[in-house]
């Protein structure tokens, strides 16, 4: 099988890279992706002696570079590509909005044109916006995102339902809760907090830390992509959740145990304007068709965590500095 990752530089894409070539060491797999910030060629120089491996650069709003890759011969496309991170979505939502929204539509177009088997698009928890505790959250719950990010994912989920029902293409979307593990940009809440907790630097906290979230190591939403790779049914939207949920406050204070880290690293922030409540996904309808379900709990996973971010500070310590934020 001939896999096309848009984004395969990036966290998910690098770390997706390896489980497939480790499962299903005959597969290919393209990887279509520019080397910029959190998709840098470091993430994937591991790849490059394995005949099977092939990039190629580009971002996806680039027909042209886009055409180059499909040109290659794809069975199966999982975009992965875009531009994931919140804070960023409130400061530029334009280009987050042209990135994803416009970006999905070429490669939507892309696939149809080539005839790919099958295209697998990457949303969010977050087109769900606020939760109440308790609420089921199934993939039938309404859409209801909050900030540009959210409402963008909904958009490219809506445009690829239409290619669905309008070209009867194969296509499957998933909406995974928060992903954490090796490889991710050190902008997101654990990497940062991780790095910044090793470098003894202030640790910031927003709000009161209370915001509820669900956390899903990267390696159960590999073994869950894989699965709808090769299982899930077309047309369907399907939640990956780890069903570990935490607040911010509480994965601070596991990180900082973890690494042996005074609380007093830690400093209030204002809240991001909007931020809300996220409780686990019901992942039900995966299970059914594909018999997946997550293995790690959180606790061994942010161990696991801190120790890699530890052992891989060169990795680490050159792009913290261009994607810190706040
Ligand atoms: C970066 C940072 C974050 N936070 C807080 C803000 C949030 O309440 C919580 C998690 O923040 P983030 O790591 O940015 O993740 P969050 O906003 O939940 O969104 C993530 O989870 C979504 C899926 O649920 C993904 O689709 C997004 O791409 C991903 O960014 O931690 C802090 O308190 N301090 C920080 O320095």
Not at 123 to 149: D, I
Not at 179 to 190: A, F, H, V
Not at 193 to 206: S, W
Request: net charge negative; proline share 6%; with cysteine.
């Amino acid at each position: 099988m001939r896999i096309l990752l848009t984004g395969g530089s990036g966290f998910i894409g690098t770390n997706l890279t390896s489980h497939l070539f480790q499962k299903h060491p005959d597969y290919t797999i393209i990887n279509f992706s520019p080397y910029r910030t959190g998709s840098r060629a470091t993430n994937v120089a591991r790849f490059e002696t394995n005949p099977n491996y092939i990039y190629v650069d580009g971002i996806i709003e680039n027909e042209q570079a886009l055409e180059q890759a499909f040109g290659l011969g794809v069975d199966v496309v999982v975009n992965l590509a875009g531009q994931t991170h919140i804070d960023r979505s409130l400061q530029t939502p334009g280009s987050l909005i042209c990135a994803n929204v416009i970006g999905t539509q070429k490669v939507l177009d892309m696939s149809r044109k080539y005839s790919v088997n099958r295209v697998i698009q990457i949303s969010s928890a977050e087109v769900y916006g606020p939760v109440h505790k308790g609420s089921e959250v199934a993939e039938t719950f309404r859409l209801a995102p909050v900030n540009p990010y959210g409402a963008s994912k909904v958009a490219t989920e809506l445009i690829t339902q239409s290619y669905h029902q309008t070209f009867g293409m194969n296509t499957i979307i998933t909406r995974s809760s928060n992903n954490y593990g090796p490889y991710q940009t050190p902008e997101k809440l654990m990497p940062l907090v991780i790095t910044n907790a090793l470098l003894n630097n202030p640790i910031p906290l927003y709000g009161d830390g209370g915001q509820m979230r669900d956390w899903l190591h990267i390696t159960d939403h590999c073994s869950a992509l894989d699965a709808i790779i090769h299982n899930g049914v077309p047309g369907s939207v399907y939640n990956i959740g780890g069903n570990q949920a935490a607040t911010t406050k509480d994965i601070v204070q596991s990180v900082l145990q973890c690494l042996d880290r005074p609380w007093s690293l830690v400093q209030s922030v204002p809240d991001r304007p909007g931020n809300f409540d996220r409780y686990p996904l019901s992942f039900d309808k995966l299970t059914t068709d594909t018999g997946w379900k997550p293995t790690y709990l959180l606790e061994e996973g942010i161990r696991e965590t801190a120790l890699w971010y530890q052992s891989n500070a060169d990795w680490w310590a050159e792009q913290r500095e261009v994607t810190t934020i706040r």
